[in-house]
């Protein structure tokens, strides 16, 4: 899965309904939110509607992941034209959703505007390659965050083509499951980020469409920890699902018990957390960004986390 981690963390920072969400940030967190989004404008390309990708492997291609993230951004800034380029941004993502309940691929989203058709005959369909099912996931609930706060400043239109555009996410993540095969899906229960994604973005889906299954399905759900982006989304279930909902009553709880084993091992000295890793991006993280240090930033400050001045150049893909 690949993740540009400057951004993530940021998403959970800005949500709350404002003119300009800047207004009531804490001051770590106006700082992280701020950077992002200036470092961000600096790729953003208006005549497409997308921002440039962020990796040299890919100069002057556009990426349709972290555009979404730097859409809810811009809602969230709301200043000039920022609302007006959000939902070109999201109308040009949601046309380039897969639509076909017949592909594996469907209800994900292009990873980039340029790719050819997935499963076409130069670009066949390879899981984590042309095409990720984990996208359905990171775009859906930002979707679902620019809906809950910042509807205000969105067309009825964009609102509607979210909601569809939600509905095919969410029926093409109900044909995920953990496979034997390697070269297959793997959402097994212990692949925890998205099976909490996939979570939030169903019940929340299912309620607002009342479509009583995928209510139900977002309401069973297992978790390991992938931490910093199953934080990300043990706060959706916490903030934005009803107070019937089995995520809403368990969310606090899982927040509480991730940040005591977090606890547990963060060295505030060493700026780092202790292994052994399940999966870790290196063996320092004052090397390069991880995504646990955007929530170090956000609640301690920039200086006591493990990022340097500038964060952006620790950035990693993966």
């Known amino acids: 899965m690949r993740v540009t981690a400057l951004v993530l963390p940021g998403l959970a920072a800005l949500a709350s309904a404002a003119p300009s969400a800047l207004n009531s940030m804490s001051r770590n967190a106006r700082s992280l939110f701020t950077e992002s989004m200036n470092w961000m404008d600096d790729y953003y390309d208006s005549e497409a509607g997308y921002l440039f990708d962020f990796s040299a492997t890919s100069a002057l291609n556009h990426d349709t992941r972290s555009s979404v993230w730097y859409a809810l951004g811009l809602l969230a800034r709301n200043k000039g034209d920022d609302a007006k380029e959000a939902e070109k941004i999201i109308t040009n993502v949601i046309h380039a959703q897969y639509e076909d309940p017949k592909d594996e691929w469907y209800g994900t989203y292009q990873k980039e505007p340029e790719e050819p058709y997935v499963g076409s005959l130069h670009y066949p369909a390879k899981i984590y390659n042309s095409w990720d099912p984990n996208w359905r996931g990171f775009v859906g609930t930002t979707l679902i965050m620019a809906m809950e706060e910042y509807s205000a400043i969105i ?8 909601l569809q555009s939600l509905y095919n996410t969410t029926k093409g993540d109900e044909y995920r499951f953990g496979n034997t095969d390697n070269t297959k899906d793997n959402l097994y229960p ?13 019940g929340w889906t299912g309620r607002r469409l009342h479509e ?4 139900t399905s977002g309401e069973k759900f297992n978790s390991g920890t992938y931490t910093g982006v199953s934080l990300f989304g043990l706060l959706l279930w916490s903030k934005y699902l009803p107070e019937d909902s089995v995520m809403t009553k368990a969310a606090p ?4 018990h991730t940040w005591e084993a977090i606890g547990q091992l963060w060295h505030p000295g060493m700026k780092n957390i202790a292994g052994p890793w399940d999966r870790s991006y290196g063996y320092d993280m ?20 493990s990022l340097i001045n500038k ?8």
Do not use: C
């Not at 067309?155 to 979210?162: G, V, Y």
């Not at 709880?253 to 509480?256: A, N, Q």
């Not at 004052?286 to 609640?299: E, G, K």
């Open 155 to 162: 067309s009825k239109s964009t609102q509607k083509l979210i």
């Open 190 to 202: 212990a692949y925890s980020n998205p099976s909490i994604m996939r979570a939030f973005v169903s």
């Open 212 to 215: 009583k299954n995928m209510t």
């Open 253 to 256: 709880g899982m927040i509480e």
């Open 286 to 305: 004052n090397r390069y960004l991880s995504l646990m240090a955007l929530w170090f930033w956000t609640l301690i400050g920039k200086e006591n986390s």
């Open 311 to 318: 964060a952006s150049t620790g950035l990693h893909d993966s």
